[in-house]
């Protein structure tokens, strides 16, 4: 890999962290929102090895595949993710822990 690759890699997951930092207590987003908002909107499945392999001091639990669902991959499992968005008073389905988009999705462009 060269050095540009490498650095641009490095650019894209410190905009990756920067997004998740910023989602507040009660908000979500997803993995091709925070991919799309970092660069590359077809980097869906690299922030979520950024998550998995990133400072796990941010609020990594907020961020959610596409359909609303708790990712498989989350440290701890899908019941701690579950646990730390309930605690945040995000209603999941019970039977498939899917959040309703609509009411808890994020950006950082709203008003």
């Not at 309930?86 to 822990?97: F, G, H, R, S, Y």
């Amino acid at each position: 890999m060269s050095l540009t690759a490498r650095s641009s890699g490095g650019e894209f997951a410190q905009r990756v962290c920067a997004l998740v930092e910023q989602i507040p207590y009660g908000r979500v987003m997803t993995y091709g929102q925070i991919a799309a908002l970092a660069g590359n909107g077809r980097a869906a499945r690299i922030v979520g090895g950024i998550a998995h392999y990133g400072n796990p001091d941010l609020p990594w639990h907020r961020v959610v595949n596409r359909h609303g669902g708790v990712a498989a991959g989350f440290p701890g499992g899908r019941l701690v993710q579950k646990r730390l968005l309930e605690d945040e008073n995000i209603v999941l389905d019970d039977d498939d822990a899917i959040i309703d988009l609509q009411a808890y999705l994020w950006s950082p462009y709203e008003a």
